[in-house]
């Protein structure tokens, strides 16, 4: 490898520039210096008629460095490498292999043409990271897909593979042999010819198809800035001149990336990269895993052998007899036809995946199996029984794993004769649709076993976060506790869809009181009564809760629960008996009910979450404050803007929080 990123090779009459800046060619003052020296050279020298734009390696640039964003961006900026490529008589063509985004994709797009290999991708993520695209995206991307499509690609920030990227103009041509030989054949082609996307109309989309875009785009971008700003940017191809528009885009480019919410997605990214890093681990190698077993074929079961199928993964799905295990595959069966039937999956796949699971009663069918998920009852004893078969039917170094909610790796690795070999696999619900994965390390897990199971884990493509036993682990401990304070809201005076409302405003997907409904009451209660024995008398408990499981109003499921629900409805309407029954619970209480305000419910539920996220921390269940972030936003519905409990208390007045804090029960 040389030393300079970019460097200059000749074909013929056509100067090919090579981006060399490993692992993936990022985005950098260097990288941007050193095309802008190659586009001078390819300029200025009179034996060359064009320059061919390409990466060394597995990609061109896959993206800017994104560190680059929270800092000033250094000189030159990728505006000023566009501009000498337009200022250049002669053409230049970007030659795309991997993966070409964000600033990668603009620079693409600043070239004479664009010629991709079969495993390119196109895309512009800027959105997903708080920001709009700030080298021209918003003004060339329009131009050769239209507006609605525009608005479609860079709000989603989705990745566009190559033929798409033919098919929508992205690119001119898609190359079937050799990348780099087939884009000096187009430079020449062009016959010396300038073909910049600034001088192409914009095509006139209907108005209908653009407000259609549009809508769609707010509704998955939940109406956040930089989605409302890239929509704005992109409308203006179409309304202003060309240079006025560029300029308003880099400007608003320029705020967004320095805005609270461009740091908290910058914070979720390298919060991810280093979930991935377990210390412990050096030098574990993980087991091969061929064939998969689930044990249980409910709600998580079933899920669960679904994302096993989804990954290639052959896997044998047991429960208790054959009606359940019947009910098993067709509840999947039931996800596969509803993916088909909304065009996300095709259905010769969907059989294909199906055809990965297949179903049985007894357990001696995981003979072969190399790991096992266990997703029966939430019951410490039949946990306990479970996992002694387990251990007598499975192979040596198979990987037994729980799905338990709350309970105790330990002790349920304490009923094998294999504890090495036994971990949690904690999935959320609806599995195959959640990414979050925690993986929950046991006293005696070894290091193979958790290579293992992290292994398999970035192969169903979840996002795994290392927790150590504890009850409820790192998100449902925290979630717990915040639950349990805004019962404690309840009890003194707020409404649950006043609690739901304050909360929802803050950006969480659902309030703790819908959430409730949706997941039904039972499982919590369960967990209740198991802790009852060992609670401490004098600890303050809400027993508001128990009463409507009581009368059977176990949630959505009953028709009932915080809220009652219509047949078929999703969203409930507050019910004057539970209201009644709350009134009766905070009297029986002894406490006088007083109005509490949507400010008031903000702090105390958001102060639990940081004071339960720090006793995580101190006593090591979560890794670092990044884990503990990852976990709300990715399997708890805490606004991803927001960053993360922690992300978002290190931004409050401190004292203040502490105030608050020293105020809870
Ligand atoms: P579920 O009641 O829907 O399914 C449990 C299944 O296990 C049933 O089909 C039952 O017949 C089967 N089963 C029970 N005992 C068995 C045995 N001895 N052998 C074979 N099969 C047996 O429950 P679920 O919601 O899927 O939860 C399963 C586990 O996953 C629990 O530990 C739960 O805490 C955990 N979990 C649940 C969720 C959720 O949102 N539901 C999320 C994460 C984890």
Known sequence: MSAAPVRVERDGRVAVVVIDNPPVNAGSAAVRSGLLEAVAAVTTDPALEAGVIIGAGGTFVSGSDIREFGQPLADPQLPAVLAAIAASPKPFVAALHGAALGGGFELALGCDARVAAMDAVVGLPEVTLGMIPGAGGTQHLPRLAG????????C????????????????????????????????????????????????????EAVAAAEKAALKAG??????????????????????????????????????????????????????????????????????AGVVGAGTMGSGIAACFADAGIAVTLIDQDEDAVARGLARVKQGYDASVAAGRLDGAEAARRLARIRGAVDL?????????????FEDM????AMFARLDAVAKPGAILATNTSYLDVDRIAAATKRPQDVLGLHFFSPAPVMRLLEVVRAAKT??????????????????CVVAKVGEGFIGNRLYAAYRRQCEFLVEEGALPEEVDAALESFGFAMGPFAVAD??????AWRMRQRLAATRDPRERYCAIADRLCERGRLGRKT????????????????????????????????????????????ASALATLVREAERVLAEGVALRASDVDLVLVNGYGFPKHEGGPLFWAGRQDRARLDAVIAGLP
């Open 147 to 154: 507006v609605a499509k525009a608005i479609e690609i860079a």
């Open 222 to 291: 939940k109406g956040r800035p930089p989605v409302v700003a890239a929509i704005a940017a992109i409308k203006e191809a179409v309304t202003a001149p060309y240079g006025e528009a560029l300029a308003n885009e880099r400007r608003v480019f320029q705020a967004l990336r320095q805005s609270p919410e461009a740091a908290a997605l910058r914070h979720l990214f390298f919060a991810e990269r280093e979930a991935a890093k377990v210390p412990g681990l050096e030098g574990a190698a993980a087991r091969p895993v061929e064939r």
């Open 559 to 602: 028709g009932a629960g915080w809220y009652r629900y219509a047949p078929g409805a999703r969203r409930g309407e507050p019910d004057p008996e539970v209201r009644a029954l709350i009134e009766a619970a905070s009297a029986a209480a002894g406490i006088a009910r007083r109005a509490i305000g949507p400010e008031e419910i903000r």
């Open 518 to 523: 949706m997941a039904g009451l039972d499982i």
């Open 381 to 384: 004893a039949l946990k306990e």
């Open 446 to 463: 070894s290091p193979g076993a958790l290579a293992t199971a992290l292994a398999v884990g970035r192969r169903l493509r979840k996002l």
């Open 364 to 376: 001696a069918q995981l003979a072969d199996a190399d790991l096992v998920v266990e997703a029966i």
């Open 156 to 207: 989603s920030g989705r990745r566009v593979k190559a033929a798409e990227a033919r098919h929508l103009g992205l690119v001119d041509a898609v190359a079937e042999g050799d990348l780099r030989a087939a884009a000096v054949a187009h430079a020449l082609a062009l016959g010396g010819r300038k073909r910049p996307v600034s001088a192409l109309p914009v095509p006139a989309d209907a108005p």
